[in-house]
């Protein structure tokens, strides 16, 4: 009996199972799927969480519901992983041996890592959306918010979600209007990239998203520390920027347990093909999801449509098979854009975001980069295809290769 | 895409004017592309920052992020801003010919 060891029952580890599962002999391969705790987040309704959208329980559900039958599910931190002996040690002193091994530990905010972050004004004027806890602090702090300089501030990519920050802010201009205290509001976007749109012709169309918010911008700024007492980030260039209420996305990184182990990269993400998921160093060991080192956007739907060309590469690969599919680095998001509309991009490693129809050409319903209440749905029915289709290995009817048709070329200059 | 003629060579360049083929950098072409974004003159400290981002870019494929120049490359983040001000990541970048570091829109 040979043994497959995933550890993460997150998105991609659930989503991945549920395909694996019933693709594999039973008589053959076990499956085992570690994780520390038995709740299962959706983190795309943290968004929604500060403006009370959505409430914790659309956000979590029992994690081990979703595991399929067949496939044992283990409660425990892993503490090292020990690719030379094919094992991996828990905290608690298990030992796990495998025959093939998917890493989806995902990745996670670590305010730590700046300095100042978890000071005097921490949950109290610094807050955090990338955490449920955070997310529930966040709602705390808007709803005592009657004023003053409100800054959204990523401190360095890649983040999980990158549109999230940018939606929030959107999101938080749509909610000061509603109160009627948005002209009491100054809202600031920071960014250590250099525009908060950095792909000429998603910059080109929605470049005006935020001027027309009275969206301010600050670009290329490296934070060094937050000033707790002065209520200001700053950079290592010696820019400061005050606030009354600091919305940060830390620092992301994958699990701890993964450094030392020869498989990753400084951010402890998983140094894999990104065509495969297979490992570069050890061709037994896969990353899935936020955990690997994929040079595209740390999203659900990437690890989404990666897995189903996954799902294709492992029944090859379990059968000694060389692996003859490729993943293109598709993937499509819904991006809130405020007052009940929102915004579609769809991409992948070659090409950029574009604008046109998705996914029947001309048709739609879904029209890419631009604004429309029929994205903002789609977002919104994106929880439930989450809960009822993802996660069980469902198929959405969309194809996993991304398409050209439907998409508008334009000359960039 | 649009060919220039950069330090009398010719080059593929972007929109921004960044290079696209990895292979048609050189340093006499870093000395004019470091001209446009305001230094007069390539110093070693120059030079060996670039050589980094060339060298990590073609191990993994991605332009580093200024911490990972910093974290793995050993370069502090203050001198960077010394050497290439106000816009370290796109100066950098746009030098080494390698691509600008991008979020996802
Ligand atoms: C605010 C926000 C908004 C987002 N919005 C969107 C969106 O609109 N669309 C989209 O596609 N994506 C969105 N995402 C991103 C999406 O949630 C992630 O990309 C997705 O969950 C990645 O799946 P994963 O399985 O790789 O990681 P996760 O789902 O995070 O799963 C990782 C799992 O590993 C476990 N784990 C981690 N470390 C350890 C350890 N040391 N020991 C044991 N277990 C461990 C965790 O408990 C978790 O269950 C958003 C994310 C955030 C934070």
Redesign the interface.
């Known amino acids: 009996m040979k043994h497959l060891l995933v550890l993460g029952g997150g998105s991609a580890g659930t989503m991945v199972v549920a395909k694996l599962r019933p693709r594999l002999d039973p008589d053959e391969w076990r499956i085992t799927v570690v994780d520390q705790d038995d709740e299962h987040h959706y983190q795309p309704g943290y968004l929604f969480i500060p403006f009370g959208t959505y409430r914790r329980e659309d956000a979590v559900k029992r994690r081990s519901r979703f595991i399929p039958d067949g496939v044992e599910l283990v409660f425990g931190k892993p503490a090292k992983v020990e690719p030379e002996a094919n094992r991996v040690r828990l905290e608690d002193g298990q030992v796990l041996a495998y025959d093939q091994l998917i890493i989806a530990t995902g990745t996670s905010p670590r305010p730590e890592e700046t300095e100042g972050t978890l000071g005097s004004e921490w949950r109290k004027s610094v807050h955090e959306f990338y955490t449920l806890e955070g997310a529930l602090a966040l709602k705390g702090a808007i709803d005592r918010f009657e004023g003053g300089r409100f800054v959204v501030h990523i401190t360095?990519?890649?983040i999980k979600c990158?549109?999230a920050p940018l939606e929030l802010a959107f999101l938080a201009d749509a909610h000061f209007r509603e109160r009627g205290i948005r002209d009491l509001v100054e809202l600031v976007y920071v960014?250590?990239?250099?525009g908060a749109?950095?792909?000429?012709v998603?910059?080109a169309h929605?470049g005006h998203l935020l001027a027309e918010r009275g969206i301010a911008v600050e670009?290329?700024f490296?934070i060094?520390r937050i000033d707790a007492e002065a209520k200001a980030i700053v950079s290592?260039?010696e820019r400061e920027i005050p606030f009354d209420l600091l919305v940060t996305v830390p620092?992301n990184k994958g699990a701890d347990f993964l450094a030392g182990s020869g498989l990753v990269?400084?951010?402890n993400y998983v140094?894999v093909d990104?065509h495969t998921g297979q490992s570069r160093h050890y061709p037994n060991v896969f990353a899935l999801g936020d955990a690997a080192?994929l040079?595209?956007?740390k999203a659900g739907a990437t690890a989404h449509y990666s897995i189903d060309v996954f799902t294709e590469n492992f029944q090859q690969h379990a059968r000694g098979l060389p692996m003859t599919h490729a993943y293109d680095g598709h993937a499509n998001?819904f991006?809130e854009s405020g007052n009940g509309k929102g915004l579609l991009?769809d991409?992948n490693y070659d090409t950029q975001?574009l604008p046109g129809r998705y996914p029947l050409p001309g048709v739609g319903p879904f029209a890419l980069l631009e604004e429309s209440e029929l994205n903002h749905a789609g977002k919104l029915m994106f929880k439930w295809a989450y809960w009822h289709v993802l996660l069980r290995g469902r198929e959405l009817p969309l194809p996993a290769d991304m398409s050209m048709a439907g998409k508008v070329l334009e000359a960039?200059? | 895409m649009t060919i220039a003629t950069i330090a009398g060579q010719n080059v593929h360049v972007n929109?921004?004017g960044f290079l696209t083929e990895f292979g048609e950098w050189n340093e006499s072409i870093a000395a004019e592309l470091a001209k446009d974004v305001g230094i007069d003159e390539l110093t070693s400290d120059h030079l060996a920052v670039l050589r980094f981002l060339r060298e990590d870019y073609q191990s993994?494929?991605?332009t580093p992020?200024?911490?990972?120049v910093s974290?793995?490359g050993g370069f502090d983040?203050?001198r960077?801003?010394q050497l290439f001000?106000?816009?370290?990541?796109?100066k950098m970048s746009y030098v080494a010919g390698v691509p600008?570091?991008?979020?996802?829109?």
Not at chain 1, 191 to 194: A, E, Q
Not at chain 1, 197 to 200: D, G, I, Q
């Open positions: 360095e990519m890649p990158p549109v960014t250590p990239l250099d749109f950095t792909k000429p998603a910059a929605l670009t290329d490296m060094e290592y260039d620092l990269d400084h951010l140094q990104k080192d040079p595209t956007s998001c991006v991009l991409f975001p960039t200059s | 929109e921004e993994n494929g991605e992020t200024l911490r990972r974290t793995v983040t203050k960077l801003f001000p106000k816009k370290p990541a796109k600008k570091p991008v979020g996802c829109v």
